[in-house]
Structures are given as C-alpha cells and as structure tokens.
C-alpha cells in the first residue's frame, strides 16, 4: 500500500514536500514515480527514480524545479517541489513500477497509491 501526503495551498513561488510511505512492500526493489492530474486534463509524469542508484528523472515541465529522493531506511520517496506555479496545481500520485529501471510512462506501473491535492494561488 502506498500513500502519498503533503500536499496543501501553497503561493506562487512556494515550495511543498511530498512524501509517499509503503506499506507492505520494500521499495529497494523497484522503481518508482510521480504523476499528477489536474482538472480536466490527461495524467502527467513527474518524475521517476531508479532502485538501482537513486538517479531522478524529470518531465520537462519540473525539470530544475522538482527533486526526487528515496529514503531506503524509512521505506519512503520524496518530491521536493519549488518555485511552484499554477499550472502545478493537480492531484499528485506516487506508484511503483517492476523491476529497478525507472519510467516516465506511467503504463509500466502496477501500484498506485491514493493522491494528495497540490493547490499553487494567491
């Protein structure tokens, strides 16, 4: 089970962490990924993170602004996001992927954790 938190009301130009906890699973052993969903719109990459040596992969809408980090000793995965903007505004899920190799297509991930909502105003 995973479960994503930290998200919250934030202004343009803030910066939120979101944290993703696992339960039941050992996240050493997979990839693993966030994607959001705003309004209206298609799902989107976010980021991705490899089990093999904690490389972060971005979509290119956060690239420079979002980092990516694991926690192996609290079974947990991060995004730091700052310099937020509106269009960041959307529901963001973690979920993991088989196998170590990480991906932003969101096709390749089996689990799917509850979202948390990232509001960006002022």
């Known amino acids: 089970q995973l479960q994503a938190s930290g998200g919250g009301l934030v202004q343009p130009g803030g910066s939120l962490r979101l944290s993703c906890a696992a339960s039941g699973v050992t996240l050493d052993y997979y990839a693993f990924g966030w994607f959001r969903q705003a309004p209206g719109k298609e799902r989107e990459a976010v980021s991705s993170?490899?089990?093999?040596?904690?490389?972060?992969y971005y979509g290119n809408s956060v690239k420079g602004r979002f980092t990516i980090s694991r926690d192996h000793a609290k079974n947990a995965i991060y995004l730091q996001m700052n310099s937020l903007q509106p269009e960041d505004t959307a529901v963001y899920h973690c979920?993991?992927?088989?196998?170590?190799?990480?991906?932003?297509?969101?096709?390749?991930?089996?689990?799917w954790g509850q979202g948390t909502l990232v509001t960006v105003s002022s």
């Open positions: 979920a993991i992927k088989g196998g170590r190799t990480p991906s932003l297509d969101a096709k390749w991930y089996d689990y």
């Open positions: 993170i490899s089990s093999n040596d904690d490389t972060g």
